[in-house]
């Protein structure tokens, strides 16, 4: 089954301790993202990936870090959470949108990541 | 920078009731439009697309018209269910560099027997 996995999907962590919250697709998709939800706020990009090894920043990237070292996982490190970072996490995948003007392909999203940090 | 400004929820209907979901958009160039909907304790799944002017998408009953006169793509369901329980968004991707997405804050709506 065509799938974006996201693990843990429920965490609850202190100020400072450094976490990662993986996710991993296996559709050989090329884009990866993550965005953060609020209420209120919708869904904002943190980081994003056209590639393996080609990542670059969202519209928040503070306080996050992001690797991509194979195709398919695309981690979400917080090296000192804070509770700012309390929030509901989701991965995003889709092939290269790479066909044009105003080509698109669709992005699947993991179930999310809720994230609470006391 | 690009926006998108959809109807404050909750909304909350009875089954069988039309649902209208108001989204209007800023943005540059010519972007694709997308309602996206979130069920209880799921991510999001895309619902619809349109990807350019008067273009209309529809999926499971919902339909959207890509207006770029006034900027808009609301959506619409003639007879609600249970089932469509959920939280909608509007979403568009004006296919800059990072092919963001840019989100509505959503729209809850909640549908009673």
């Known amino acids: 089954e065509a799938q974006v996995t996201q693990n843990p999907r429920y965490l609850i962590t202190v100020t400072g301790k450094k976490l990662t919250v993986t996710c991993s697709q296996n559709?050989?998709?090329?884009?990866m993202s993550w965005y953060r939800q609020d209420p209120g706020l919708g869904l904002r990009q943190i980081y994003y990936?056209?590639?393996?090894?080609?990542?670059d920043k969202g519209d928040v990237p503070e306080g996050y870090k992001v690797s991509r070292k194979e195709k398919r996982n695309f981690p979400l490190i917080l090296e000192s959470p804070s509770p700012n970072q309390t929030s509901l996490y989701f991965c995003?995948?889709?092939?290269?949108?790479?066909?044009?003007?105003?080509?698109?392909?669709?992005?699947?999203f993991g179930p999310g990541t809720r994230l609470t940090v006391l | 920078g690009d926006s998108v400004t959809q109807m404050e929820g909750p909304v909350t209907l009875s089954e069988e009731a039309f649902l209208t979901i108001n989204c209007t958009y800023t943005?540059?160039?010519?972007?694709?439009l997308f309602w996206y909907v979130q069920y209880p304790g799921e991510g999001l799944q895309l619902l619809l697309k349109?990807?350019?002017?008067?273009d209309k998408g529809s999926n499971k009953g919902f339909e959207a018209t890509y207006r770029k006169e006034t900027t808009s793509f609301h959506l619409e369901k003639g007879s609600v269910q249970v089932s469509d329980s959920a939280v909608y968004f509007c979403?568009?991707?004006?296919?800059?560099?990072?092919?963001?997405?840019?989100f509505g804050k959503g729209t809850l709506l909640t549908v009673n027997p």
């Open positions: 943005a540059t160039g010519y972007p694709s």
């Open positions: 995003a995948s889709s092939l290269y949108p790479d066909g044009g003007l105003r080509s698109y392909n669709e992005q699947f």
């Open positions: 979403a568009l991707n004006s296919g800059g560099s990072n092919y963001k997405l840019t």
């Open positions: 990936s056209m590639n393996v090894e080609v990542t």
């Open positions: 349109a990807t350019k002017a008067d």
């Open positions: 559709m050989n998709h090329e884009y």
